[in-house]
Structures are given as structure tokens and as C-alpha cells.
């Protein structure tokens, strides 16, 4: 029998293409039993080019994909092949290094695996032992019914991306989002898990000009392949007309005003609606394994609303916010401030006795108002400004939450209805759409901001600024809303995201004002309500670093206490990992009962799970990652339970990711420090001052910028202080951020630098 194979690699760069085309010649002529087709063996003269290469990877018994350079057209195609389950190697020439940084920002393949090769005998050769493969192990078939769509968001916010999302709200369709800033690096595990449990994808593909772009929309060709394999709805919205990869050009279509992608969005809306209306095929088999059914679930908490009513862990942080103890929650990304806003949220309750407002605005969204507005302001006016902006936007906020969820209830009660008709009459004399989500609303109001201190100028009385900024009577809106709120126990804001888009540690004063502001205006609220008997709570969820330049910035520095989410008890750890595997798979119990039945218990003498652990920054997202990573590899491997050899092939993998998102935030906050990270590339663990210095003097840093990226690398976690060995190191994490007091010893000499465990695998120091 003859065994179709297929290899599948781009005509650029043509020695590559050559070296492929050779080896294929040699394949054919020593595995005669295997029929060896290249796509330009396919008859594709005047057809679809994916048409006939779809039909070819049906057929294929295997896969062989070159992916030395970054092409979309093929990573479309390896994405279809891997969602058709056929076994995929990936081959790469690793003397060729123009695309090797856009593949490890990518990630997604990395766990794979490659065959490198130079020549097409060593190709063939490399073929030859690997053939035929393996398909890699689908993942747990889970339909997420309540969040039917998957939204691939890039790394730049842009208002298509912001209008896109307002659509998808407005549809009533839930959705989910991989978020790039968030997490730069997608395993392909978790992106096989979210597009096979959606009903539908929708990519928001960047102009190539834009920062990120490249290997955004690489991934989006990846996944956009796999659902199309998978026969599942697939959107695919790219700002601006150009010119796209043959594979999915049809598919692609372009907008150049953010107002039109509603009307893009129609047919496949639709397309979704009728799809969930379907009834849910009952053929689909858990595989048998305990790992393929176990799911960590996903480490942006706002993907896993529903999970975390399960497996949340109540700490003593979660009980302080609940209680109304503090007005901040700070943590760094990844602590698990949005999982806590979330938590208290739902801890306080859906009825009718308490208002809760979740608000979610972002940072960029005020970008307009602090180029045009306050930078024309003195600082005194800058703050009145804000505090009356926040204010209007608090009370419109609360305004639009009873207009739009308490009409009904309202009409239990003709009184209660009364002072109902009182907050929409008002609301509607201030020209505010109920329709709108937050973010346009957001937008509408800093847009007309803009207009008129542009009409009538920026500088003047402070009275007349607050007429601009309230643009009514915001007296009589806020005594309608005191007498409709004086039978609730408690009305709750919850704002998080506020800090989203604003560089780590480089938060500028302006972006302090407009917090300081809202802190301000909801502590007015809070009092002026409670005249009149209504409790008002409000939870501000921020990053450490904005916090750590909140402080600096106010002078009352006691005025607003904190609630910290500094991670420093593996056994927290231990019992989110373990509530998270009960409730996807029957194991119950203890952690340590659990732990040896999924994992080897031992890296070499070192307990398993504190060998993962000492490779995070202490935050619950990396140690779900890793763990994913492992079980992953584990899966890919058709292993029953998670070995060391899995582990430590995760590390890897996990290491890299740890290291990309330091180097982008990094890269955020200093352009010129763009990949001093990867400087450290075979170093030592541990180093001397001089040894550092002589680093940063490699990497291009000035003489006089040392101390202060000594500090920024400290801050991250990158660098640790030592009086002996690298793993008696201390971080940041272990002192709350404390830089100044982790970097004492090292500044006068009696201390030294040491390399963070958790980066050591990717910048292969042993």
C-alpha cells in the first residue's frame, strides 16, 4: 500500500525551498512504500491553492512542514492539518535565523517539537527515523455554551478592537479572549482546548505597520486553520485593505472605519445563533486518561467567571475586600486581582437588595483627555477636573445600572417606579444612551470634553470647568438616586482594568491624577450617600507598581489603605491546584495524595511541585502555566501521569514565555532596554556588581543608566540578591517590592546578583 505524505513549506527563501525539494527526491527514492507529494506537486493551475492542499492533507497519512521563516499561508496549514488530527513534524533549517525571535515570541508550536536540519541529506535522514508520527492527542472536547465565541485580541488596543468587542456585547453572545498583553505566549494545548469548545473564532487582525502585528496575525492564521479544519465559525477582521495570504483571502474581510464592523459581524453572529440552537451531539468520549481530563482551567480569570465559583480559593484577602475593609486591592499581573473581583462580586449577590457595578474601564480609553484636557491645565485644575469627570461618570454609571436592570423590579412597586422614572428622566435630559456599553460611553464623554474645552477654551474658573464637565444638573441626579438606592443594604463598585495599557513602572503623573481623582470622587459619594442612609463600598483593583507611584504621589499617604495580594504560602498554591483538579477529574482528597497520581513526586531529590513552584514569581497564573506546559507535554507523549523528563522539557517552554512577557514590559517602560534581557544569555547564576556591569555594558546599556536597570531588572524578579549560593537568592516578591531594601547588600558590596531560576532554562544557564 502506498502512503501518501505530504510536505508542505513556502517558495521563500529558494535555497530553503531547494534543500526541501532535494530531500523529498531522496525520500522518494529509499521509501518506496510512501508516496512523497510537495505543493507544487498539486494541481493547482487555476484553482483555490488551499482547495487542493485541504484535500491533500485529508488524505495525508503524514505532515512535514517547514517552518524555517514565518509564513501565515503555512501556519494556516499546519493549523488545519492539526485540526484534521493528522501527525505533523515540523522541520527547520537552524542556520537560517532571520524569523527565530518571531518564533519564540509565537510559542505556540514549541511543545511539537522540530527536526533541524542544514541539508537535504540530513533531512531525509532526520525523516526517515521520525516517520510516521504521531498525531498530537486532542484535548477534552468541552463546549463552552455560556461563552460560545474565542476573541484573539492583539497587543495594541486599537478603536476597531474596541468597537469590536462593544458589537460582540450588544450581540448578547458571551465571549472568552486570549489577550496578548496579557499573556504573550499561547500553548497550543490551551488554544486547541478554547477553539475545540467554541462554537466560534473571531481574530482581530492588526495593520502590519503596527507594533506586534507580525506575530499576532501569525497566530491568528494558526488557530483560524484549526477551526476551519474543525468546521467551526470563523471571523477574521483586518484594519485596513491589504493584500492577504492566499489560504484564507476569502475569509478576511477589511474595514478602514471602526462604525463599520457591525455589518461585518451580521452574517456570522448569526451563523453562531443558529449553531447553539442545535441540538448538542451526544457521540463526543472523554478520553480514558486522567490527564486529558484535567483542566486547570484558564489563567486570565476573565475567561473562567464560571470555574472560579467552584475552585476559588477564599484567602484571608478575599475575606478583608468582602468585608469592605480597604478601598485598594494591589497585586502584580497575574496575583489574581481580576479572579478576586470576580469572587466578590459574586459573594455579593445577584438579588435586588444590593446594586453592584463591575466596572472595567481602560486606561487608554483616557488618552485623548490627558493630551488635550489636562496638559493644558494647572495641576490644581487638573484634579478638580477629574474628580468632577469621575464623579459625573460614577453617578451616570450607577444611573444606567438601575435604568437597565431594575425596570421590572421597579414595577413591583408604584412608588419604587416613581423614583425609577425620576433616574430615566434625568438621565435622558443629560443626552446619555442606555444602549451603549461602558467603553463607548466612556469615549462619548471624553470625546465631548474635547470638543468643548476646545469651543470655549481650557483655562478658566473652576466653576466653569465643572458646567463643561457636567453638562447639567448633576444635583438633581444625584438626589434621585439617594431616594431610589435608601431601600438597598449596599450599593458595591468594583473597578478594575483602569491601569490596563499603562506601562509597568512607567505610569505617568497625569495617569496618577486621573486615579487619585476617582479615588476622590468615590470617597464624596461615599459620603454625601450616607446622608441620606445608603452605603456605598467601592474596590479599586490597581498593579503594585501604580500603587508604589499612587503613594509617592499623595500626600496623605494614609488616606486609602490597601489590601496586598503577595503570594508567599506554597501551600495557597497547593489548594488552588488542588480545588482546580477536583473539579474536573474524581480525584479528591489531600493535595499530597493527589499530587503523586498526576506527577512524578521528585525532580532528582527536590520535591516536584516546589521545583515548579521555585520557578515562578509566586503568582497563581505561572504556576498554572508551567502546569500546563507539563501536562501538556505529558499529553503529547501519551503518558498516564506527568514525568520528570515532562517537567523539565516544560520548563523550557514555560521559561521562555516567563521571559518574553519580562522583555515586552520591560520594552514598555524603557524602548531602549528592548531585549536587554536576553544579554544574559549563558551567564552565570550567580554574578558579582562588576560581572553585571559588564553585562549591561554588552548589551548597549549607558554607564549612567546602570543602577537604575539594576533596579527595573530587581523590581521584575530577573534579578535576585545572595550572600552565598543562587538558590539561597532573594527576590522582590519576598520583600512586596521593597527594591531599595533587597538591593542594600548588593549596592554596598557584601551581596550578589543571582539570576532568577525561572529564566535560567531559556537563557540556557545551567
Not at 204 to 211: G, K, T, Y
Request: charged share 25%; hydrophobic share 40%.
Amino acid at each position: 500500500m502506498i502512503k501518501p505524505r505530504l510536505s508542505s513549506h513556502s517558495s521563500h527563501p529558494p535555497q530553503i525551498a531547494a534543500t526541501i525539494e532535494a530531500a523529498v527526491e531522496r525520500l522518494r527514492a529509499t521509501r518506496s512504500e510512501s508516496n512523497w507529494r510537495t505543493w507544487k506537486d498539486l494541481p493547482i493551475s487555476g484553482r483555490i491553492i488551499f482547495c487542493e492542499i485541504c484535500k491533500a492533507a485529508r488524505f495525508a497519512t503524514s505532515i512535514v512542514a517547514d517552518v524555517t521563516t514565518l509564513n501565515f499561508n503555512l501556519l494556516f496549514e499546519i493549523g488545519f492539518s492539526i485540526g484534521l488530527g493528522r501527525p505533523v513534524l515540523l522541520v527547520r533549517d537552524t542556520s537560517y535565523m532571520a524569523s527565530k525571535r518571531d518564533f519564540d515570541e509565537l510559542g505556540v508550536l514549541d511543545t511539537i517539537g522540530y527536526l533541524d536540519f542544514a541539508n537535504s541529506e540530513q533531512l531525509s535522514d532526520r525523516l526517515n527515523l521520525a516517520l510516521p508520527g504521531q498525531p498530537i492527542p486532542r484535548p477534552p472536547v468541552r463546549l463552552f455554551s455560556e461563552t460560545p465565541l474565542y476573541v484573539l485580541k492583539g497587543p495594541v488596543n486599537t478603536d476597531g478592537a474596541v468597537k469590536l468587542l462593544s458589537t460582540l456585547k450588544k450581540s448578547a453572545l458571551r465571549f472568552r479572549t486570549y489577550d496578548a498583553v496579557e499573556t504573550p505566549r499561547l500553548s497550543l494545548f490551551e488554544a486547541r482546548r478554547q477553539v475545540s469548545g467554541s462554537v466560534g473564532i473571531v481574530a482581530h487582525l492588526l495593520s502590519p505597520e503596527r507594533r506586534g502585528a507580525l506575530v499576532h496575525n501569525a497566530l491568528c492564521a494558526l488557530l483560524a486553520g484549526v477551526a476551519m479544519a474543525e468546521q467551526k465559525v470563523v471571523v477574521m477582521l483586518q484594519e485596513e485593505a491589504i493584500d492577504q495570504p492566499l489560504d484564507y483571502r476569502d475569509v478576511v474581510q477589511s474595514y478602514a472605519i471602526p462604525d463599520h464592523i457591525p455589518a461585518l459581524l451580521e452574517r456570522s453572529i448569526r451563523l453562531v445563533v443558529q449553531q447553539l440552537q442545535k441540538p448538542v451531539e451526544s457521540s463526543v468520549v472523554l478520553p480514558e486518561g486522567v490527564l486529558e481530563k484535567l483542566d486547570l482551567g484558564d489563567p486570565a480569570a476573565e475567561n473562567e467567571i464560571g470555574g472560579l465559583r467552584e475552585y476559588f480559593v477564599q484567602t484571608g484577602q478575599f475575606q478583608g475586600a468582602r468585608h469592605g475593609h480597604s478601598r485598594l486591592v494591589v497585586g502584580r499581573k497575574g496575583t489574581g486581582k481580576t479572579a478576586l473581583f470576580y469572587a466578590v462580586r459574586a459573594s455579593v449577590g445577584r438579588g435586588h437588595s444590593n446594586l453592584v457595578l463591575d466596572l472595567r474601564p481602560e486606561g487608554h480609553q483616557f488618552l485623548k483627555l490627558r493630551e488635550t484636557v489636562l496638559g493644558a491645565l494647572s495641576p490644581g485644575v487638573q484634579e478638580h477636573t477629574m474628580t468632577a469627570f469621575w464623579t459625573f461618570i460614577l453617578l451616570a454609571e450607577i444611573a444606567h445600572k438601575i435604568i437597565w436592570d431594575e425596570r421590572a423590579f421597579s414595577q413591583r412597586d408604584p412608588e419604587r417606579f416613581e423614583r425609577w422614572r425620576a433616574i430615566e428622566r434625568i438621565y435622558g435630559v443629560l443626552g446619555l444612551d442606555v444602549e451603549d456599553d461602558l467603553s463607548q460611553r466612556l469615549l462619548k464623554q471624553v470625546d465631548r470634553i474635547e470638543v468643548e474645552f476646545a469651543a470655549k477654551g481650557a483655562v478658566g474658573p473652576r466653576d466653569r470647568v465643572t458646567d463643561i464637565i457636567f453638562k447639567g444638573d448633576i444635583r438633581s441626579l444625584e438626589a434621585a438616586l439617594s431616594a431610589y438606592l435608601q431601600e438597598k443594604e449596599a450599593v458595591w463598585l468594583l473597578i478594575d482594568n483602569l491601569d490596563k495599557g499603562w506601562p509597568t513602572r512607567g505610569t505617568k503623573a497625569t495617569d496618577i491624577v486621573i486615579l487619585r481623582a476617582l479615588l476622590e470622587a468615590a470617597r464624596k459619594l461615599q459620603q454625601q450617600f450616607e446622608v441620606r442612609s445608603v452605603e456605598l463600598r467601592c474596590l479599586v483593583f490597581l498593579r503594585t507598581d501604580v500603587y508604589e507611584h499612587l503613594v509617592q504621589e499623595t500626600p496623605d499617604k494614609g488616606k486609602d489603605s490597601a489590601i496586598r495580594l503577595d503570594w508567599d504560602d506554597p501551600q495557597v498554591f497547593e489548594e488552588i491546584v488542588r480545588k482546580r483538579v477536583a473539579a474536573s477529574t474524581a480525584l479528591t482528597g489531600q493535595f499530597r495524595e493527589i499530587w503523586p497520581r498526576l506527577f512524578d513526586s521528585h525532580i532528582g531529590a527536590e520535591d516536584s511541585f516546589r521545583f515548579m513552584l521555585e520557578r515562578t514569581l509566586m503568582r497563581p497564573r505561572d504556576i498554572l502555566q508551567f502546569l500546563q506546559r507539563a501536562i501538556e507535554v505529558a499529553v503529547n507523549r501519551s503518558h498516564n501521569r506527568v514525568t520528570e523528563s515532562d517537567i523539565r522539557q516544560a520548563e523550557q517552554s514555560y521559561s521562555e514565555d516567563l521571559l518574553l512577557t519580562t522583555a515586552f514590559e520591560i520594552a514598555d517602560t524603557q524602548p531602549s532596554l528592548d531585549g536587554v534581557v536576553f544579554a544574559f544569555r549563558g551567564v552565570p547564576k550567580v554574578m558579582s556588581r562588576g560581572d553585571l556591569e559588564r553585562v549591561l555594558n554588552s548589551a548597549g546599556v549607558p554607564e549612567d543608566s546602570w543602577a537604575q536597570v539594576i533596579e527595573l531588572l530587581a523590581w521584575f524578579g530577573f534579578l535576585g540578591v545572595t550572600d552565598s549560593d543562587a538558590d539561597a537568592a532573594q527576590y522582590s516578591y519576598e520583600v512586596r517590592y521593597n527594591v531599595d531594601r533587597l538591593l542594600h547588600r548588593f549596592r554596598s558590596g557584601t551581596a550578589r546578583a543571582a539570576i532568577h531560576p525561572g529564566y535560567r532554562a531559556a537563557l540556557e544557564i545551567r
